[in-house]
């Protein structure tokens, strides 16, 4: 082969490499709301019914009970969003049924809440596994949050419901 034949076949290489590189950004949004794939929400409701699949028609496997639980959206039809809580269970929700507010989820028993983004900070409280938290920014490592009346900082690393790259304000 000659090196024009060369030329044009790394061509074809590179643009057939690019062309799935679109498509592999472009299947990390949702297809009906153009927001990213998978993202954290929280629970509207207390209650929401969690379905096998994106309809009334299909069977409740179970319910969540948990106002502002945070849980992850995997995916879109519709009205219907699949999602996945903290275990990984999933299944589908109705939209009406849930809020584009952050919550976390406090993974370890006594969690410190501490003044400032410093582990030597005053200790605000100490949170028990399973309390859930409204973000109100999050940076590399630690997150600002609510609960109870109460404002601190948290370490990222042992919250649910923020990726750990993840920065917002």
Not at 32 to 39: A, I, S, W, Y
Not at 147 to 154: D, N, P, S
Request: glycine residues 10%.
């Amino acid at each position: 082969m000659n090196s024009t034949g060369q030329v044009r076949l790394a061509s074809i290489a590179l643009a057939m490499t690019l062309a799935l590189a679109g498509s592999a950004i472009a299947l990390d949004r949702g297809p009906v709301t153009n927001l990213p794939l998978p993202r954290f929400v929280s629970l509207k409701a207390t209650e929401a019914n969690v379905r096998r699949g994106p309809s009334l028609t299909h069977r409740i496997d179970w319910v969540f009970t948990r106002r502002g639980m945070p849980i992850e959206i995997i995916g879109e039809f519709g009205h219907w969003r699949r999602v996945r809580d903290r275990d990984g269970m999933g299944g589908w929700v109705h939209y009406a049924l849930l809020s584009g507010a952050r919550t976390g989820l406090v993974e370890a028993d006594l969690a410190p809440l501490y003044s400032r983004t410093d582990t030597g900070s005053s200790v605000l409280a100490r949170l028990e596994a399973g309390v859930i938290v409204a973000f109100d920014e999050c940076a590399l490592e630690w997150c600002r949050v609510r609960v109870e009346g109460l404002k601190g900082w948290m370490v990222k690393q042992g919250l649910w419901g923020v990726r750990p790259d993840e920065v917002f304000d």
